[in-house]
Every structure is written in structure tokens, then in C-alpha cells.
């Protein structure tokens, strides 16, 4: 394997791993992680993986660009895929209503699958973790049925409610804490994605898989939810 190496910043460089997204290269991108932190150590700042790339923050006072570049070749050669770990697997509970998803309704007569036809497809795969970001505890996970795969919204909203569940493109998502976005709004869940109490402030990590498992609204309440219909914000 060799990543095309771009300089992002002076203690900070972008490995290239893929050129596509798919699930098949996440063995690939931890096994690569997880190598890069043995290789550097002490002098590891962070690293996050993302769908195609890793990004690895160094300690400038401990290497220069040629040290880094040489641990980055040395932590990569001979890499192979990591398929011997234990998967984490996360069942979240969606209440899917038209509610507090707006879209919903949308993505239904734009599929032609019906709202039961959207619910039925979207809870019935496992998704994912490709990377953390955008917000703490935001996730962003694939690859959605083709049917349901909806473009940005051309204009963002300017508050989405915590626990909105999205599609944008064949991405699917839950927005952690109220912010603006642009995501198309199908659901929402009860359960708290970001915790200060948690190893990296997030209830899953890349590499892990996701379920959604439809429930009501009394289940959705019984479990904390905040059943609020979406408003846009003035």
C-alpha cells in the first residue's frame, strides 16, 4: 500500500489511503491507525480516521517532516487488513414520525416507497462508523438502501433538534446537540451520543456498526425522548 501523503498543516499530515468510499476499506483504516500510534508513540498528538483518509497530528518538538514520513512508511509497510478485533454492534431506537422528521414524508413519495416503505428500509441494515465529526458524538455512517440515497438540502437549517436522525446522500447520521444542518430529517432518537464520561466524549468510535430499531412515541417518551415537532427557527 502507498497513501499519497499531503502536508495539512507543519505537524500535521493526510494519508490517502482510498479514492472511494466503502465498507471494505475500514479494516484497512484501523489496521493502519492502529499501527501509526505504535509507530509513533509518545509523539503521537491524534489521528483520526474518515471514510478514504487518516490524519495524523504529531509532536513538532520530537519530529521534523522527514522522521514523520519515514514512521508513516514504516508503520504502513506490509499492512494488512484488521479482521481479527471484536466489532462493537449498537442498537439505537428511532421514533420515525413525521414530527420530528420532516422528510420522512418526502423520501417516501420521492422513493415511491411510502413513509413504512422508507422506516422498513432504513432500520433493516447495519451501518457503518466511517468517522467522527462535524459535532461531539456526530457519527458518520453508510451506506443507506440507493432508494433512500437524498441529496443535501439546498438551504440549511439553522437549528436542528438533538436526536434528529438524517440521510445526505448515502450517509445517515444523528445530530448530537442542537446545531444547524442540512441533512434530510427522518426520525429521532432518545439516546444520549455524546458524554463527557465516555472514552473520546462519544458512544461509538469508527469501525463499530449500527442498527436503528423503530419504536412509538410511548417508548420514545419512556425513554427520555424529547417529542417536540420540528419547527424551522426563525
Known amino acids: 500500500m502507498k497513501p499519497r501523503i499531503e502536508v495539512v498543516g507543519i505537524d500535521c499530515l493526510m494519508l490517502r489511503l482510498f479514492d472511494e468510499i466503502d465498507e471494505t476499506h475500514m479494516p484497512w483504516l484501523l ?3 492502529r499501527r501509526l500510534r505504535e509507530a509513533f508513540g509518545g509523539a503521537l498528538l491524534d489521528i483520526v480516521p474518515s471514510y478514504t483518509t487518516l490524519l495524523v497530528h504529531y509532536d513538532l518538538s520530537q519530529l521534523d517532516d522527514d522522521q514523520a514520513r519515514q ?9 494488512q487488513p484488521d479482521t481479527g478485533g471484536q466489532v462493537r454492534e449498537l442498537n439505537i431506537p428511532v421514533w420515525y414520525d413525521p414530527s420530528v422528521g420532516p422528510e420522512l414524508e418526502v423520501l417516501g413519495r420521492r422513493s415511491g416507497l411510502g ?5 422498513e428500509r432504513h432500520s433493516a441494515r447495519t451501518y457503518q462508523v466511517f468517522a467522527l465529526g462535524f459535532a461531539p458524538g456526530f457519527a458518520f455512517m453508510g451506506l443507506v438502501d440507493e432508494r433512500l440515497a437524498s441529496p443535501r438540502l439546498q438551504t440549511p437549517r439553522k437549528r436542528v433538534p438533538a436526536g434528529s436522525l438524517g440521510i445526505a446522500d448515502r450517509q445517515t447520521a444523528i445530530y448530537p446537540l442542537v446545531s444547524p444542518g442540512g441533512w434530510n430529517l427522518i426520525g429521532r432518537s432518545p439516546t444520549r451520543l455524546f458524554d463527557r464520561q465516555l472514552d473520546g466524549y462519544s458512544i461509538w468510535q469508527p469501525g463499530d ?7 412509538d412515541r410511548a417508548e420514545f417518551l419512556r425513554l427520555g425522548g424529547d417529542d417536540t415537532p420540528y419547527e424551522e427557527a426563525p
Open 71 to 79: 514512521r508513516v512508511a514504516e508503520a504502513l509497510h506490509d499492512l
Open 115 to 119: 413513509t413504512a416503505g422508507v422506516i
Open 31 to 33: 489496521a493502519a491507525a
Open 209 to 215: 456498526r449500527v442498527c436503528f430499531q423503530p419504536i
